[in-house]
């Protein structure tokens, strides 16, 4: 019988796991806290739990990490992992370090069946969902490799921010998703809070409104048109929810959320929706649903056919939105140099979609260090975050 990867759980889950074992829930909260917050993988090194479940775990259970492929490190102090997840797929996860926090950007699937047309995860097509225990074994290797790296003080973090903005839609791949959410906001686990932890999505309705009732975390829209008919182009997925309903269940969903405005997330696109009348189109959705609007320039692939909009269009389009009184950002790009930026996630996909009918498919990339046994050394940006 393959071992169960406590990974896997929630602290329900393991207590319901440990009450199967015929212990307590104390023990399961016990053995919680020597998985996520000691990043512990070694029964035997659990010290306060009893040798006869220890035993009795070793037999039957396991905390499984992901393998790691390669690691680089970005001139910027962004780190990308690719961690191979089995049946020739791997996936992509991202470190970037500022000087007041540390962001990790997780995958929640190994390619993505949405294909937005500015992503190049979209254009490798779909293999599978990640499990919960490989979503937050992510979490678990970064934490605990970087604090180790970082000569972390005790009670230091090295991670404040998760954002699942990975590989993949997390929203279609819920029922992996919400148990991994609950392990990184469980103060016996990571402990972060829920304005800390920021869910992606292309828009699937449904889903929007079960993560308000399950989970409520903060929530990024990937809008990328202020229009149906445009937006149907750039994200397939607006065909099945359109921007009304897509609207709907964001203003449904500030009623649990942990803050009181959606990000709207907007890739621009030069001459596509980085047009005069695409702002003023958007200051019209502002007055909908309380928004903040993140602009982030294009990360070009060849594959895609697009490019990125010129700085001074991207500055004048935010200015449309400011002079109208929305909040804006424009984002720096963090780690293009080793294709860890925005939309730039491939990773290692076995296609078994029709990806490559609707899109010219982009190659698998395999990004590698110039020795694995060698990594380039983490260097912590001065910059202040913008």
């Not at 319901?16 to 015929?22: D, R, T």
């Not at 962001?103 to 490798?124: D, K």
């Not at 969902?129 to 230091?156: D, M, S, V, Y």
């Not at 389009?317 to 860890?340: M, N, Y």
Request: charged share 25%; net charge neutral; proline share 6%.
């Amino acid at each position: 019988m393959t071992p169960a990867n406590l990974l896997d759980y929630d602290l329900d889950g393991l207590a319901a796991y440990c009450e199967k074992l015929g212990e307590k829930r104390f023990r399961a909260t016990q053995l919680f806290r020597w998985i996520h917050q000691k990043g512990a993988a070694d029964f035997a090194a659990m010290s306060d739990l009893a040798k006869s479940l220890r035993d009795k775990l070793a037999g039957v259970a396991q905390v499984k990490p992901l393998d790691i492929l390669s690691e680089q490190a970005s001139t910027d102090g962004t780190i990308k992992w690719l961690f191979d997840v089995g049946g020739g797929n791997a996936v992509e996860t991202v470190f970037i370090p500022e000087t007041d926090r540390g962001t990790l950007c997780v995958s929640s699937q190994a390619g993505c069946a949405v294909g937005c047309r500015f992503c190049s995860t979209g254009h490798q097509g779909f293999s599978r969902n990640l499990t919960t225990g490989e979503i937050i074994a992510q979490l678990w290797f970064a934490e605990h490799h970087l604090r180790q790296r970082l000569k972390l003080a005790p009670g230091e973090r090295a991670i404040d921010n998760v954002v699942m903005m990975g590989m993949g839609e997390p929203l279609q791949n819920y029922s992996a998703l919400v148990p991994a959410l609950r392990t990184m906001l469980d103060d016996h686990g990571y402990g972060l809070s829920r304005r800390r932890v920021t869910v992606s999505t292309s828009g699937v309705v449904p889903m929007i409104d079960r993560l308000r009732d399950d989970c409520p975390v903060a929530l990024a829209v990937s809008l990328h048109a202020p229009t149906d008919a445009l937006r149907d182009d750039l994200v397939p997925l607006n065909r099945k929810y359109p921007i009304a309903e897509l609207l709907e269940a964001c203003e449904r969903y500030l009623d649990a959320a942990p803050r009181d405005f959606i990000t709207f997330e907007y890739c621009m696109l030069d001459g596509v929706n980085d047009l005069p009348e695409h702002a003023r189109a958007l200051v019209k959705i502002s007055q909908q649903v309380s928004c903040k609007f993140n602009l982030i320039p294009f990360n070009p692939f060849p594959e895609s056919g697009l490019t990125r909009s010129p700085r001074e269009r991207v500055t004048a389009f935010a200015q449309v939105l400011l002079d109208a009184g929305v909040v804006t950002t424009v984002r720096k790009t963090r780690g293009d140099d080793i294709d860890a930026a925005c939309g730039q996630l491939a990773g290692e996909v076995q296609d078994r979609t029709n990806a490559s009918k609707r899109m010219t498919r982009a190659p698998i990339r395999v990004h590698r260090s110039p020795s694995d046994a060698d990594p380039a050394p983490f260097v912590p940006p001065k910059e202040n975050r913008p």
